[in-house]
């Protein structure tokens, strides 16, 4: 299910350069930039993004890259 890409690819979200470290789960990714902005896609299916379900395909993954909104 999904898309899989077992190499490296560029997202065009990210092509400002602006991403200050990357964290890979084995179906997800959370990517946060020089603001202190989260950003999350990929398999969401027990919640590991930290993302409202509106945000969440079927309850399984997102459709696009979102920004998570903050915790407090």
Request: proline content about 3%.
């Amino acid at each position: 299910m999904g898309f899989v890409a077992l190499r490296p690819m560029r997202i065009k979200t990210f092509e400002t350069g602006n991403v200050k470290a990357i964290a890979c789960g084995e179906a997800h990714t959370l990517a946060l930039d020089i603001n202190g902005y989260v950003y999350a896609f990929g398999w969401a299916e027990d919640g590991q993004l930290g993302l409202p379900d509106r945000e969440i395909k079927d309850n399984i993954m997102t459709t696009s890259i979102c920004r998570v909104k903050q915790l407090k």
